[in-house]
């Protein structure tokens, strides 16, 4: 598939606002002490990568006037869940926000927290529904694709929280869910390599035969399914060679998982605010970068027709 930049800034910005905005609600229904100010503008830095992550998801459309109309196939599609959910999350996390401000006491001090727990992780899973739904991609087509759409996201949300939360002298907060962002992040490496291996050894059910209607096993393609470029074309392919995947896949391990991993090691043995801060900066490269193969791995079968040249 073709990775679109709009999806990739819209999935990497709402999952790590999402697993911040659900640390930021365990802490509050944990009964866990927070200076003054803190909740307020990490729930505001969340408020503004949801709707950062909004905005760049408009980029996808062709006609954005008609963005409206994404609500209409509730019933069956799971975009159009996304579509409603989401901006209501963005809502919760603003009216949170606001009774902080206003300063309302129970219940509102644990139902608003509770709701926005809620609110993260069904919409994690409806934007992930969205690929795993998918049978005729088999390297979306499974739970994994569930797993690691909210792992990932917890390990960002949790790692910006306590980048957050060191540079903040929030030394409870870090103490506390320090500990779970490492956790979450080796748990996310585990299950995304899991994925890798599952994708690797898929034997694909569409051939080129199946595609063309052309039952010979002796079949070769000599030009592709159309003479110029077309949506086909640029859509479902990516375009780039085996060399640059393999890089990227390295490159993503590497940024994601691995290095924040430990950095996040080093940040829970010694402390300070140094760690935190660099395990966020390494991982959001590589966030977006995990998030680009998702898609260029995945193969439609439309390109056996359209892209194929022997």
């Known amino acids: 598939m073709h990775p679109a930049f709009s999806i990739l ?17 365990l802490a509050v229904l944990f009964g866990i002490e927070l200076v003054p100010g803190f909740l307020g503008l990490a729930l505001g830095v969340a408020e503004v990568l949801l709707v950062a992550g909004l905005a760049a998801s408009f980029m996808h459309l062709g006609r954005k006037t008609r963005a409206w109309r994404a609500v209409l196939m509730w019933r069956t599609s799971w975009m159009s869940r996304e579509v409603i959910v989401l901006p209501a999350f963005i809502a919760l996390v603003a009216l949170w926000w606001l009774s902080l401000r206003a300063g309302l006491c129970a219940p509102w001090s644990w139902l608003l927290p509770l709701l926005a727990l ?36 917890l390990s960002s949300g949790l ?13 409870r907060f870090v103490q506390v869910f320090g500990p779970f962002a490492l956790g979450a992040t080796l748990a996310a490496w585990a299950a995304r390599a899991t994925a890798l ?24 393609q000599k030009s592709m399914g159309m003479s110029a470029g077309s949506f086909n074309t640029r859509e479902f392919f990516h375009g780039t060679s085996l060399a640059v995947l ?17 950095l996040l090691a080093w940040g829970t043995a010694v402390g300070g605010a140094l760690p935190w801060v660099l395990a ?25 027709y359209y892209q194929v040249v022997s």
């Open 197 to 220: 291996r599952r994708n690797a050894g898929i034997r694909h059910k569409s051939t080129l035969q199946s595609a063309t209607g052309i039952r010979t096993q002796k079949l070769v």
């Open 280 to 304: 966020a900066l390494v991982q959001a490269p590589g966030l977006l970068a995990e998030r680009w193969f998702f898609f260029a791995q995945a193969r439609h079968p439309q390109n056996l």
């Open 9 to 25: 800034f819209f999935t990497t910005l709402a999952g790590a606002a999402q697993g911040l905005v659900f640390a930021l609600a």
């Open 159 to 171: 790692v910006l929280a306590c980048a957050m939360a060191a540079l903040a002298g929030e030394a």
């Open 118 to 153: 809620g609110g993260a992780l069904l919409l994690w899973y409806c934007t992930a529904m969205i690929y795993a739904c998918l049978r005729f991609i088999e390297e979306w087509a499974h739970p994994l694709t569930i797993v690691n759409f909210t792992l990932i996201g």
């Open 246 to 262: 393999g890089n990227m896949k390295l490159g993503f391990l590497l940024l994601a998982f691995v290095l924040p991993a430990l």
